[in-house]
């Protein structure tokens, strides 16, 4: 089934082919460079600035306490403080404010009696700026009231509660993103350059030469799949030199488990994209298929969204698919330093997506039409 | 069928179906070891379909044949190890060099690197390219190209070799050398199928058919076939021939 020899000679042709490319070389080794410098930068989910429009109708003590408090936050601004609802929903309604504090009628002698209650409204146009901005203005107000309470000799009723955020300890959204854009990476280039690779040989008709000696389909399908694996290593040690030396991330488990992973997905991506193009007649054809393909692997693999807020059919669906055990290795294995034991699992569902799609890219390779 | 060690290619009611399209219409003939077969027909004819049948590039939808002694309903494979086929579009990589594609294709054909080295020098010898065996496909002339294919599809001594309109858009003087490459080839025992649209190229095959709408309509030496039409040259006789022709252009 498989010649050493004719492989050989295969690969030999698709590296030679591959170094002379004008453009392949460039994209292998630019991109995953350009992709983890710039992106981890521009694209942030860290909310560093929340503006808060007050309405305060108490005019006491406390409430001046509270917004001199938030004013003197880091990240609270204040924009306005007016006596009235309408005039401070205008600041949200223009987007000057992001969160609207209301603070009651009598709110400083309803504190005192232990029964006080103060209204937040968020704008829920950026979904996570406003949760997390009402976020920060609650927390600032129980400061405040806890300290204020203390001062006064009142009980605490406000009982303080302490997160801390582990394996990502200042929840720095960078860390959450650099193994998710290796992923990323991962994805469209073993993806796309095999699919575009193969097509490329039926558009120039070098495939017809291929196809009419006695080369075997397993043969031939690993030869277009080999490199890959390659490129699929290299891609990752570059993303996490640059991980490491810009932003400070190294993986906490070991090397050798990442590796281990990228070698199976890449198998897995890089064989999906000879299965697409094995049927596909033109770049063009291929292309649209295998973006339709990428669109579901990157929003519902877990990779920006997190798979247990999917709805349950949803989450039964991401089971077939193969980076969701990807991401989730990944993930694991940088941040938190899991084991391959640990995670067998996930190592043998993408084992066996693995094996499978390399069996049925090369059965769905037709040298006789 | 193959009862004959004397018969190269053998088919009989040989039928391509494309849907309802008969582009191959229940051919049969014989070929020859050793024979130069020269393949005629206008543009659409069905002489490629008929040939990447052969070759086992293609299924027939119905008929028998044996190529080179395998069945080419159910040896494909084994046709594949002992055939070269040259195709009409040009099928060398163009970003390798000239002697990268030659090792290429003899090692997938199993021949060893010691044999490959031994061939190639002769055969850039033959070919007058020593000085081209390090360019890039790409980089070389048309003419060039195309005896570079012919060597590639001949370097591991196929029994039969199958030319698709192996002269298309090459300059007389250069197709002039080619003829002579085939005749080498055939010269050592080599079968050589060929498709052809000049008629001057009829004229040196051993044997010619002549494909109308997916049929053979004529097929014998061109001596004969000139006699029996009265004509003085192929040309004359594929016009005859072909007057009656539903497709193509």
């Given at each position: 089934m498989i010649n050493p020899r004719i492989l050989k000679a295969l690969l030999r042709k698709e590296v030679a082919l591959m170094r002379r490319n004008p453009i392949i070389p460039k994209i292998v080794l630019l991109m995953p460079v350009m992709v983890m410098l710039v992106i981890p930068l521009v694209a942030n989910l860290d909310v560093k600035s929340v503006n808060v429009a007050v309405v305060d109708n108490d005019r006491s003590q406390l409430s001046c306490r509270v917004i001199s408090d938030m004013e003197h936050s880091d990240i609270l601004t204040i924009m306005s403080v007016s006596g009235s609802h309408n005039e401070a929903m205008q600041y949200v309604e223009n987007g000057t404010a992001d969160v609207l504090l209301t603070i009651p009628v009598n709110y400083e002698k309803q504190v005192s009696d232990g029964d006080a209650a103060i209204d937040i409204e968020a704008n829920g146009v950026n979904a996570i700026k406003g949760m997390l901005g009402a976020r920060y203005v609650s927390q600032s107000v129980m400061e405040t009231l806890v300290s204020w309470q203390r001062e006064n000799g009142i009980l605490i009723r406000y009982p303080e509660s302490s997160v801390i955020n582990r394996y990502n300890p200042t929840l720095n959204f960078r860390n959450y993103m650099i193994p998710a854009l290796m992923v990323v990476l991962l994805i469209i280039i073993c993806g796309f350059l095999p699919a575009l690779n193969l097509v490329s040989e039926k558009e120039s008709g070098t495939i017809e030469a291929m196809n009419v000696t006695p080369v075997s389909r397993l043969t031939f399908v690993l030869s277009k799949l080999i490199p890959f694996w390659i490129i699929a290593l290299l891609v990752v040690t570059v993303g996490m030199i640059v991980g490491r030396l810009?932003?400070?991330?190294?993986?906490?488990?070991?090397i050798g488990a990442i590796y281990l992973a990228t070698i199976l997905f890449g198998l897995v991506m890089s064989g999906l994209g000879v299965l697409i193009a094995n049927r596909s007649s033109t770049m063009l054809q291929s292309i649209f298929v295998m973006f339709a393909f990428i669109m579901i692997f990157q929003l519902m693999s877990?990779?920006?969204?997190?798979?247990?807020?999917?709805?349950q059919w949803a989450q039964y669906f991401t089971?077939?698919?193969p980076p969701r055990y990807f991401i989730e290795i990944i993930r694991s294995v940088y941040?938190?330093?899991?084991?391959i034991i640990e995670l067998w699992q996930q190592y043998a569902a993408l084992a066996g997506f693995a094996t499978a799609i390399l069996l049925l890219a090369a059965l769905t390779y037709k040298k006789q039409s | 069928m193959n009862e004959s060690n004397d018969i190269a290619i053998s088919v009989r009611n040989l039928t391509k179906m494309f849907g309802a399209f008969i582009?191959?219409?229940h051919i049969s003939f014989d070929v020859k070891r050793g024979e130069i077969f020269g393949f005629l027909g206008a543009n659409g004819a069905g002489k490629t379909t008929a040939m990447r049948m052969l070759c086992g590039l293609s299924y027939p939808t119905s008929g028998d044949g044996f190529v080179a002694g395998c069945d080419i309903n159910t040896q494909a494979e084994g046709i594949k190890r002992r055939i070269g086929y040259m195709s009409q579009?040009?099928?060398?990589?163009?970003?390798?060099?000239v002697m990268e594609n030659l090792r290429l294709f003899a090692t997938v054909y199993g021949m060893s690197d010691k044999k490959i080295s031994e061939v190639s020098t002769d055969l850039f010898k033959n070919l007058e390219m020593e000085n081209m065996r390090?360019?890039?496909?790409?980089?070389?002339p048309v003419g060039w190209r195309q005896k570079l294919a012919f060597a590639t599809a001949t370097i591991h001594s196929p029994e039969i070799v199958f030319l698709d309109e192996?002269?298309?858009?090459?300059?007389p003087i250069t197709r002039r050398r080619f003829w002579e490459l085939i005749y080498k080839a055939s010269s050592d025992g080599m079968t050589v199928f060929v498709t052809t649209?000049?008629?001057?190229?009829?004229?040196?095959?051993?044997r010619v058919s002549i494909m109308v709408d997916g049929r053979i309509s004529a097929l014998d030496t061109p001596q004969t076939l000139k006699k029996k039409y009265n004509a003085t040259t192929m040309d004359e006789v594929f016009r005859i021939v072909a007057k009656d022709a539903k497709r193509g252009d």
């Open positions: 810009v932003y400070g991330l190294a993986p906490v488990g070991s877990g990779l920006f969204t997190p798979i247990r807020s999917m709805p089971y077939a698919i941040l938190k330093g899991t084991t | 582009a191959v219409d579009k040009f099928s060398l990589y163009g970003d390798l060099t390090d360019t890039l496909v790409k980089d070389i192996p002269t298309g858009g090459v300059d649209h000049y008629l001057d190229e009829a004229e040196y095959c051993n």
